[in-house]
C-alpha cells in the first residue's frame, strides 16, 4: 500500500477509534451472524480476523476458536479494540499492528481468515487476497463481508462520491464477479455468496466518521442534487432538507482453500 494511501487510513481511523468501538451497526447485524455461523461450522482453533477495527468480528469469533489473532492498520484502533474486548470474553484476543498486504504469520498459520467492512480501504486487494491465501492452511476458509460494487455506473460512481465525502480513505467496492476473480486467481474457491442490505441511518453514519456540519451538509445538497435513480438505487429516504436513511448493500462470500 502506498504511504500516503495508508496515512490516510490511519488519519481516518485514528480520529474515530472511540465511536468505532461503540458503534451498534458493527457490533451487531445479520452480516454478523451470517460470518460467525460460517465460521462455527468449521470447529476452527485458530483465527485470522483483518482489518479488525473495533475488535466487533474478532470478539465473536473468540468464543468459537482458541486463539484469534486480531490485525490492523491503524495504532489507536487497535488500542481501541483491545480495550473494548476485554472485559466481554476477548482478553485472549491477541491485537497485531500489521497491513493485509503483508501478513506477518506463516504459511498455513490459520483456520479461519475473516474480513468484515474493510476491503474497500484496501489499495491492493489481489495481494490482500494472496496474503489471506498463503495464511490459511489448506481446506481453511476464509470468510469476507463488504460493500458491495453496483453493476450501473452512474449508481456506482454516484454512491462512491458519497463514501468518499464522508471516508476519504474508502477507495471502492467491488462486484460480487470481482470478489470472485480475485479469489480464484488466489487459489480460493468461492462456497457460498449472498447479498444483504443493511439500513444506515444518516446521522449515525456520517457523526461516527466526524464529517463537521458543513461536510453534512453539502454531502446532503450533492445526494438532494443527484439523479432520482442513483437514490433509488440505494432506497435513499429524504425529508425535507435532510438526508434520513440509506440502504448500504453488502456482499458475503465464504471461500476455501485450494
Ligand atoms: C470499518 S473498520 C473495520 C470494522 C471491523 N472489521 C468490524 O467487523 O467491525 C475498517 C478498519 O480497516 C483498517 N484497515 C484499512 N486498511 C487496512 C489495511 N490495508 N490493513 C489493515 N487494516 C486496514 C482500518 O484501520 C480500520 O480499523
Avoid at 472485559?87 to 468484515?116: K, M, N, Q, W, Y
Avoid at 462520491?161 to 467496492?173: A, F, I, K, T
Avoid at 453534512?216 to 442513483?230: D, N
Wanted: hydrophobic residues 45%; charged residues 30%; contains cysteine.
Amino acid at each position: 500500500m502506498s504511504e500516503a494511501h495508508a496515512r490516510r487510513v490511519q488519519a481516518q481511523f485514528g480520529g474515530s477509534a472511540a465511536a468505532s468501538v461503540t458503534s451498534a451497526g458493527h457490533g451487531a447485524g445479520e452480516d454478523l451472524d451470517r460470518l460467525v455461523a460460517w465460521g462455527a461450522a468449521r470447529r476452527p482453533d485458530r483465527v485470522l480476523d483483518l482489518a479488525t477495527g473495533g475488535g466487533h468480528t474478532a470478539l465473536p469469533f473468540a468464543a468459537i476458536a482458541r486463539r484469534v489473532v486480531a490485525v490492523d492498520l491503524t495504532e489507536p484502533m487497535l488500542r481501541a479494540a483491545r480495550e473494548h474486548v476485554r472485559a466481554r470474553g476477548g482478553a485472549h484476543i491477541e491485537f497485531v499492528a500489521a497491513d493485509t498486504s503483508a501478513l506477518p504469520f506463516g504459511d498455513g498459520a490459520f483456520d479461519v481468515v475473516t474480513c468484515r467492512t474493510a476491503a474497500h480501504h484496501f489499495a491492493d486487494v489481489a495481494a490482500a487476497v494472496r496474503q489471506i491465501q498463503r495464511v490459511l492452511r489448506p481446506g481453511g476458509a476464509f470468510l469476507l463481508q463488504d460493500i458491495l460494487g453496483h453493476d450501473d455506473a452512474e449508481a456506482s460512481a454516484f454512491i462512491l462520491e458519497v463514501e468518499r465525502r464522508r471516508d476519504p480513505s474508502h477507495l471502492r467496492s467491488y462486484r460480487a464477479a470481482e470478489w470472485k476473480a480475485f479469489l480464484r486467481a488466489a487459489g480460493l474457491t468461492v462456497m457460498e455468496d449472498a447479498v444483504i442490505w443493511k439500513i444506515r441511518e444518516w446521522g449515525d453514519w456520517t457523526g461516527r466518521m466526524r464529517m463537521s456540519t458543513e461536510a453534512r451538509h453539502e454531502l446532503e445538497t450533492f445526494v438532494r442534487a443527484a439523479p432520482e435513480r442513483c437514490r433509488a438505487a440505494f432506497d435513499f429516504k429524504l425529508s425535507g432538507e435532510r438526508v434520513e436513511s440509506f440502504n448500504d448493500r453488502q456482499i458475503l462470500l465464504r471461500a476455501e482453500r485450494d
